[in-house]
């Protein structure tokens, strides 16, 4: 009976980080980061010298590594099964006691993963922005930005340890901070850079202490020490470790509470909001967790909340997207809720990690996709984001239309393209794991179909209602060509499921995949899916599609519809709750400062000096009158220094 | 007899101060500034040369020790170990950036150039001798003597209240100086009791006093009348507003040499001082010193959200951040300590740049209030840069040396209790606050027009503050060297106080392999 309970432990016990070190063709590995980070330092160092070539050189190296990372990835699945984990070490980052810091590099099928959709979405969003940022005069420094977040996100998915994890989360915060608030001169823009960072750090809390707690527990921050001896911590300290990490999560991926700070983040250049905002920044909250897996598949309680946090999310955020004009926090509702579908995945346990990077790989696809396509009917339509003032731009934007539609149809879940296969399989292991987070999925589904069917109605279809002056325009070739290459991964994703090939790849780093089966069968769920997303996506026709759209946005509206436009009220709580009593707080605070503080300071004074005068009692005369002596000396000097008029 | 390295470290600035003063009335100007950064930067060679020379983990070295009062039992006694070294270091690094950043501050003072760089050299000298010093008496009169440069530093060139902000300076330090003046006094007393010194006299080496127990109620008043200067030092709430007032009015130049090294003698001091020759008192004391570390963290940073005067502002960042530094050394385990020693030199550099990034700003504006700016990125985007980078090490962005220390003193906090940690660690949001908030009111949104004449920097001020930068991206991903050289200290400390760190919660499995140690 023990080796049969033992074998069950086994069983589930989450898999080790035990990584053998990079020789032969995986010592190239710190080249993929290199490469961007040198980009990064001759842009924005290079000043105007290289403004001719910047973008170029912003290119190339982005490129460079995703062809590195292509062959890594191809030489990782010549190895046996059991020997995918490569490590690197770079050098010793800080040491202080027991507590020693590597700066070193984890490669295995997770990072592997990450890096093709890294580079590649990143490689071809840097193409598209050559073209999209052309007539900025600011290009180079634009693209010097952009390199610098392909290399701090590197760092987060590449980095073998907690602490280097934060370094990548931090990078990637200054990066998205810098971009956000590329065109800073707007005011708008500088206030949404900033709200990013701040909201991001308050997750941060969670990532320092999450760290330190590890530390404490397990004497170590790399993964390989704590997935080693995560089975030994207690099953509060594995709770408590999980929703710490949450917290960050819910920061880095706009997750409730955390999630205001995304929608103001669409004030940045929308290949920003593809790459960063869309594809890969924002999930980095669901790599943190599946990566973690060690704790939280320890850790139901935590995992619980991660449940709670996409749930709430995913319709959250679809219910904002329904009620957005503009064409880019219509998206960002999306990109909330679609992160919501992840985090609830990840929240699963070994039923979901598997899946939510599955989802994670195909919305990077489908997203970025959309983006570049919103911001080429920005292009063609003058900056214009308000999609009131679209309408029938398929003739117009014939590639940005049907390129779009693909990743209309992806989004939705219609069957054969990425996202039918990725979404899917979360609603079906949300059903297995419960009723009530299944039902969640499945709603959150049609309102996803409800509003992108709104979107496409308004910006594609229905009739034209741009001003004479507007001359809707294809958009050159240097930006259809990226979105052909994402609308063909939006199309094709779902192939990563064949026999069941991203399950049994991501195993041996998330454990072994299980299934809950379910009544009415995989594709009974697949068919009622189906259904709820016709009848969403057959509402929106009805309603907006059936109906004259107003240019300007109607005012008298239903409750739901304020609420949505306000982004749920997130703002004015964050305002009324904390902005407007911090503020108050800190303007009574320096009154206090200047006065009673100053004041009672001089009090104590007069008590020290008295102590200090007790002292001179304590002794014989001898020493007394040294003692005095000194004093004298010192109040010699003081009255020399205060007799010096400055005037 | 070997070579006196930190005596010529200590001499050279104070000579060259006094050659300074006495070179002929007509020597120009330029020539005055000229000969002050070139001794700064002859002091940065030796000191360089000396820091190449020092054995990690060999304990004190480049001792010197002349008897000095024998009837006090004081000496001429210096040398350094890793803390010692480290914050000479900054010193002379920080110098000939302040002297080439300052070149024409020192113009419209009081006294002309000639007095202003010569009191900045001596400070150089006397900071040095604070932080080499192994005879406490030693120690206390270069402690009292550095006031007297920054007095006439901030009296002599500050702006319209400067005369005001001079006397406050001097009252603040001078009465937390007289406090240690008692009790180093008393440690005389203690001395010439317990015959520590070499003829069984008193002696006020620190290798003799920290042979002596100094019994439970002797030894708490003693670290007491130390704690209290060095809190005022380092301000710590309450005993903070000083620091603000001061840098309001000096220039920037003497800022940074109050706040990033002056201010670093009274956390150098608890490490070097309150923790070796009073470990019983330091525990006693440890709860009491967290807590005010604590409130310092959130309230400095609360004060600098609010705050409109740009030096101001910075002042309260160090409030804040001083709090990160006492609460690492009290915390007494290794991450705090090693983090707090750690910060001292990085919060000197961060502190910096940014006071003389804000004061090119200041002067070009005639202003130094955060109001009076906006949209400048537009016509000066290299300052706009070169703010942000020295905001963003204030901040502790990782990838900035500031990160690991400010990080280890949390994980130092949190193995200490984990309230302190949680506590301690909503300073990173609040510094983004300020920091953030700062950069948007200067540099972003649409230019001003009343903004619109203000020049991006010039050379000779971007060569003054970009090796300060460069050396924190350094170590912000190499900080070895200067661990390697701190932590053998770090571990003598903590071996001083008695204190131990505990081992992690969950032993580690025997191997790595799963299953493997079951």
């Known amino acids: 009976m023990t080796t049969a309970m033992t074998a069950h432990v086994l069983m589930h016990a989450p898999p080790v980080v035990d990584p053998s070190s990079a020789h032969g063709v995986f010592s190239i590995l710190w080249l993929v980061i290199a490469l961007p980070a040198l980009g990064a330092v001759v842009l924005l160092l290079g000043g105007k010298r290289t403004d001719r070539w910047g973008h170029l050189l912003g290119v190339a190296t982005v490129a460079t590594s995703f062809l590195l990372s292509l062959i890594l990835f191809i030489s990782l699945l010549g190895r046996h099964s059991g020997n995918r984990q490569v490590s690197q070490h770079l050098w010793t980052w800080f040491t202080a006691g027991s507590y020693h810091v590597e700066f070193g590099l984890l490669y295995d099928q997770l990072s592997a993963l990450f890096l093709l959709l890294i ?98 527990t397990f004497g170590s921050t790399s993964f ?59 999930t980095a909250g669901v790599y943190l967790i599946v990566r973690s897996n060690f704790i939280f598949s320890l850790t139901e309680n935590a995992r619980t909340g991660v449940i709670v946090v996409g749930c709430i999310t995913l319709l959250m955020g679809a219910v904002i997207g329904c009620a957005k004009d503009d064409i880019k926090k219509a998206l960002a509702g999306s990109t909330m809720s679609q992160i919501g579908y992840m985090v609830l995945a990840a929240g699963l346990g070994p039923a979901g990690y598997a899946f939510a990077i599955f989802h994670l790989l195909t919305h990077g696809f489908f997203k970025a996709n959309m983006f570049l396509g919103a911001g080429s009917v920005m292009h063609g339509m003058d900056d214009d984001v308000n999609m009131r003032h679209y309408g029938a731009l398929r003739k117009a934007m014939p590639y940005t239309f049907a390129t779009f539609s693909i990743g209309y149809l992806a989004i939705l879940g219609v069957p054969p393209f990425a996202g039918f296969w990725s979404k899917d399989k979360i609603i079906e292991a949300a059903f297995g794991d419960n009723l009530v987070v299944g039902l969640c999925a499945l709603i959150g589904a049609g309102v996803t179909a409800f509003y992108m069917t709104r979107l496409m109605l308004l910006t594609f279809l229905s009739e034209k209602r741009w001003e004479k002056d507007v001359h809707p325009h294809e958009s050159p070739t240097v930006m259809t060509v990226p979105l052909m290459a994402l609308a063909g991964l939006s199309a094709v994703g779902g192939l990563l499921l064949v026999n069941n090939w991203i399950t049994t790849w991501l195993s041996p780093v998330v454990g072994a995949h299980v299934e809950h089966k379910l009544g009415v069968g995989s594709v009974g769920m697949s068919l009622i899916a189906l259904v709820v997303v016709v009848l969403g996506a057959a509402i929106a026709w009805q309603l907006v599609g059936q109906r004259p759209i107003p240019t300007v946005a109607p005012e008298k509206v239903s409750f739901l519809t304020r609420a949505a436009r306000a982004d749920l009220y997130g703002d004015a709580f964050n305002d009324e709750v904390i902005v407007k009593p911090g503020v108050a707080g800190i303007r009574g605070l320096l009154v206090f400062d200047a006065t009673i503080v100053d004041g009672i300071v001089e009090g104590l004074a007069a008590a020290f000096t008295a102590v200090s005068n007790a002292f001179r009692h304590v002794q014989n005369g001898f020493v007394r009158s040294y003692a005095l002596m000194l004093f004298a000396g010192a109040l010699v000097v003081l009255f020399a220094l205060l007799a010096v008029n400055f005037g | 007899m070997s070579f006196p390295w930190l005596s010529v470290l200590l001499g050279l600035p104070l000579v060259g101060a006094v050659l300074l003063v006495l070179l002929p009335a007509g020597v120009a100007a330029i020539n005055v500034k000229r000969a002050a950064l070139f001794i700064s930067v002859a002091e940065l060679i030796i000191g360089a040369s000396m820091a190449l020379r020092f054995h990690n983990g060999d304990g004190t070295q480049f001792t010197e020790k002349h008897e000095w009062i024998k009837a006090f039992g004081a000496h001429y006694a210096l040398g350094v170990e890793g803390l010692g070294l480290s914050l000479v270091l900054l010193t002379v690094i920080l110098t000939p950036v302040v002297i080439l950043a300052s070149w024409n501050d020192g113009d419209e003072g009081r006294w002309g150039p000639k007095a202003f760089f010569a009191w900045m050299l001596a400070l150089e000298g006397l900071a040095v001798g604070v932080f080499a010093a192994t005879d406490v008496f030693l120690f206390y009169v270069f402690f009292e003597a550095t006031l007297i440069p920054i007095y006439f530093l901030v009296g002599g060139y500050g702006g319209p209240n400067r005369a005001k902000a001079a006397v406050k300076f001097l009252l603040y330090n001078l009465f937390g100086g007289l406090v240690m003046l008692a009790a180093v006094i008393g440690l005389y007393v203690q001395s010439a009791r317990h015959h520590v010194g070499a003829s069984g006299g008193p002696s006020y080496l620190l290798s003799d006093l920290s042979k002596i127990d100094f019994g439970t109620d002797v030894g708490r008043w003693l670290f007491l009348g130390f704690m209290v200067a060095f809190v005022v030092k380092a301000p710590l709430f309450p005993v903070h507003t000083w620091l603000a007032d001061t840098c309001e009015e000096a220039t920037p130049g003497t800022s940074v040499l109050l706040v990033s090294i002056l201010d670093k003698i009274g956390s150098f001091g608890m490490v070097r001082f309150c923790l070796t020759l009073f470990p019983e008192a330091t525990h006693w004391a440890t709860p009491t010193v967290v807590v005010l570390a604590t409130i310092s963290i959130i309230y400095g940073a609360l004060m600098a959200i609010g705050e409109d005067n740009i030096p101001r502002l910075i002042a309260y960042t160090s409030v804040s951040h001083f709090g990160f530094i006492v609460l690492g050394i009290f915390v007494l385990n290794s991450q705090g300590l090693s983090g707090s020693n750690l910060y001292m030199f990085n919060h000197g550099l961060s502190t910096a740049a940014l006071f003389l990034v804000g004061g090119y700003l200041i002067k070009r504006r005639g202003s130094a209030s955060i109001k009076d700016f906006g949209g400048v990125e537009k016509v000066a985007p290299v300052a706009a840069g070169l703010l942000l980078i020295s905001g963003l090490a204030v901040l502790s962005l990782p990838g900035l040396s500031p990160f690991v220390s400010e990080f280890l003193v949390i994980v130092g906090a949190f193995v200490y209790s984990p309230w302190a940690g949680a506590f301690a660690v909503t300073g990173i949001v609040l510094a983004a606050i300020y920091v953030l908030l700062m950069y948007q009111r200067t540099m972003t949104g649409p230019l001003r027009e009343d903004n619109a004449g203000i020049t991006d920097l010039n050379v000779r001020e971007i060569v003054a503050v970009v090796p300060v930068i460069a050396l924190m991206v350094i170590l912000g991903f190499f900080p070895k060297p200067l661990l390697d050289m701190l932590n053998p200290s770090v571990h003598h400390s903590l071996v001083q106080v008695g204190a131990h760190d505990p081992g992690p919660n969950v032993t580690p499995s025997g191997s790595s392999d799963e299953g493997g140690a079951k």
């Open chain 1, 224 to 282: 390989a020490v704590v997935s080693a001896n995560a089975h030994n911590a207690s099953s509060g300290t594995l709770t408590a470790i999980g929703l710490l990490l949450l917290l960050a999560a819910c920061g880095k991926s706009a997750q409730f509470p955390l999630q205001s700070w995304l929608l103001d983040a669409m004030e940045g250049p929308t290949p920003v909001s593809a790459l960063i905002h869309a594809a890969t920044m924002v």
């Open chain 1, 119 to 216: 580079t590649g979405v990143g490689a071809l969003i840097h193409v598209y922005s050559v073209g999209y940022m052309e007539h900025d005069d600011r290009r180079r420094r634009f693209f010097g930005y952009l390199n610098l977040f392909i290399t701090a996100m590197l760092i987060l998915v590449l980095a073998s340890d907690f602490v280097g994890v934060f370094l990548g989360w931090e990078g990637v915060g200054l990066a998205s901070y810098l971009l956000i608030g590329f065109w800073q001169h707007k005011p708008t823009a500088a206030a949404a850079a900033k709200k990013a960072f701040v909201i991001n750090r308050i997750g941060d809390i969670g990532l320092s202490l999450g760290a330190s707690l590890i530390f404490v």
